[in-house]
């Protein structure tokens, strides 16, 4: 087992970061690199912004790194960010392929000097089988590019099998499934690699890669691995390949890049650092003075920070950060810290919450003219830019949003009366029903923000009730406010051929009307979490591979609509699903939102998060926890 992965940073060290030492901060951040740059450069197949993603993943270390709840769980957390970073950089990455669909090439070109497979083989030394597994690697399915880089630190010691689940946000019994799975693909890409560099090579393959453009694909890998299994000559290639798990057993982590490693401290520095932890009851150090603006902060002795060469060093600055954020990064390797309670830190980074108590009386059902809280809300601890939530007004209102950490809200309205909306996060409008399509509603949507949801559930009769060609007919004076537009938004069959959203996205292109991003409602009728959860999917995706476009979901939650009124599970039956359904929206790289149904929690509306301002119910301490 690697001791550099495993030993560092020990528990006094992050202790004494957390605390402000600013020497410390820089050798948690130089123990970190080595790790956050394995797992991101092979999830990233070493693409051009592998040192973006890095330098991303860091900012939010040191950010977050006081409201750490338990040092000892350091290496864990830092896991689960960096994978969080990955996910939400592939998503970016299929956005933007959605949008400028004839780029695809510049958005999916590898740095051909960051080649991570070729990386590993050329400054480890790999030999042989080794070798020829880090080859085979090109050839995964792009789903199993971040399970691989968790994978491989775990075979060679970084990381265990809990670490690998709660950074996927499974259990471990799952990733058992799917590192099998994965296991059999670089099983049969090694037998294809082995048959490629065979000479003499079979003559038959050379048929079969006739058209190949000579890049490893999944596509080709499971055509060539056809061939090998079929061929007497290419499957004798394969019969004394070792299993892959012994060929990376004690196999230390990638080099750092050289311009990276030279600035690292030295191995004595760690130990210094957490000698610097003050006794109990002792008062720490004050954090390091502000430094002036422009100023490069340094490591004591002249020259720059590991800190600040990690996340604000000149090469692959990500443009976020060169273009008005460079003095936040400033500030951070200026060892500004926040406190554990800081209401900015994000769920994953605070501690825990209190035990969870008895659900609060519900309020009596909010009125829509009531009046706002006078009491400022919170800025919220936003642990996803995905979260949301539907709001209307009821006592408390904009303190209990801004303590849901939701990132953006909507009021199936163009406007939010008595709703103050927290720092850090957005409001989305919406133009409801055909009677919204008005000069005023429009011009207040357009004022709003970039993003404009549409006609709520006109397929229902007590909601927007529209046919298609009336939202057909009016969808040009929603497109002339420049706004980013969702569909409809229907209550239920969005996969459904000739449903009411299948005529309006067919009717939709042949008008040559634009529809940006899908929005959904499901409400599931089944309270077993395993099975809601898997129908949750079923449903986005069939609705994805229907239209191909991002999906926004922004009604969902557990109610059986029967006869007799709704039904709904239990507080604890609809927490267990909000968390699992929320890490699997996660996963889905073309789901951009999604919102719960909804904020207020009443006698009728008992989905709600919050009873009052202030209370959340077992579903809202759910939600926010939920990324």
Known sequence: ???????????????????GDQRALDDVVAASLPLVYNIVGRALRGHADVDDVVQETLVRVIRYLPALNDPAAYRSWLVAITIRQVRDWETRRRVALNRDAGLDAIHNVPDPASDFAGMTILRLGLTDQRREVAEATRWLDPDDQELLSLWWLEETGEIDRNEVADALGLSPGHVAVRIHRMK????????????????????????????????PSSLWRKRLARHVRDCAFCGRLGTTLLPIDRLL???????????????????AAPAAAAQAVPPPGATAAPAAAPTAPGAVPTDGGGGPSVVDLAVNRPRGLVPSLAAGVAAAVLAITMAVVIQPDDPSAPSWAAPPSAAPTAVATPSAAPSPSARPSSKAPVAP??????????VWNFAGASQALANSKASWYYTWGTQHPGISTPRGATFVPMIRSAENVTAAELARARAAGPYLLTFNEPDMPEQANMTVEQALDLWPQLMATGSKLGSPAVAWGGSDPQGWLDRFMTGAQARGHRVDFITLHWFGADFTTAAAVAQLRQYLQAVYQRYRKPIWLTEFALIRFAGGGPQFPSQQQQAAFLTAATAMLGQLPYLQRYAWFGLPATDKDRSGLFSDGAEATVVGRAFQAAR
Not at 2 to 18: I, K, N, Q
Not at 184 to 212: F, H, K, M, N, Y
Not at 249 to 267: D, F, K, N, T, Y
């Open 1 to 19: 087992m690697s001791s550099a992965g495993r030993a560092l940073p020990d528990v006094g060290l992050v202790v004494a970061a957390r605390q």
């Open 184 to 215: 059999e693909q670089i099983q049969s890409a090694r037998g294809v690699v082995r048959a490629l560099r065979a000479r003499p090579g079979c003559p038959d393959l050379g048929a079969v890669t006739a058209e190949w453009d000579g890049t």
């Open 249 to 267: 057993a004690g196999m230390p982590l990638l080099p750092l890049p050289a311009g990276l490693g030279a600035h690292l401290p030295s191995a």
């Open 381 to 390: 601890a936003v642990s996803s830019a995905r979260k949301g939530v539907g």
